[in-house]
């Protein structure tokens, strides 16, 4: 099992960023998928996630500036985050069930 972030980097508060997971050695279609962030210091935590039939939950703190959202034909997982704020800053990882990705940072200056 792969799971593989990219579209971390730095951005201004305000800003928005997309972060992308390409899946793979699993059951795609049928795999519930989440984010979790950890920031310096902090647990990882939970972000967002997203049933195979797109069912969708959402964080309190990333509630109404995030949108998770799959391609199942790409074997893709999405985070679109906007209105970014320092305290989104955090490593973000993709995962599923029991394997997670390698972590992608993103940073949000004031």
């Known amino acids: 099992v792969l799971l593989v972030e990219s579209g971390g980097g730095l951005v201004q508060a305000g800003g928005s960023l997309r972060l992308s997971c390409v899946v793979s050695?699993?059951?795609?279609?049928?795999?519930?998928m989440a984010w979790y962030r950890q920031a310096p210091g902090k647990q990882r935590a939970w972000v967002a996630g997203?049933?195979?039939?797109?069912?969708?939950r959402y964080a309190e703190s990333v509630k109404g500036r995030s949108t998770i959202s799959r391609d199942n034909a790409k074997n893709m997982v999405y985070l679109q985050m906007d209105s970014l704020k320092p305290e989104d800053t955090a490593v973000y990882y993709c995962?599923?069930?029991?394997?997670w990705g390698q972590g992608t940072q993103v940073t949000v200056s004031s």
């Open positions: 050695g699993i059951n795609f279609s049928i795999a519930t």
């Open positions: 995962n599923s069930w029991r394997n």
């Open positions: 997203i049933t195979s039939t797109g069912y969708t």
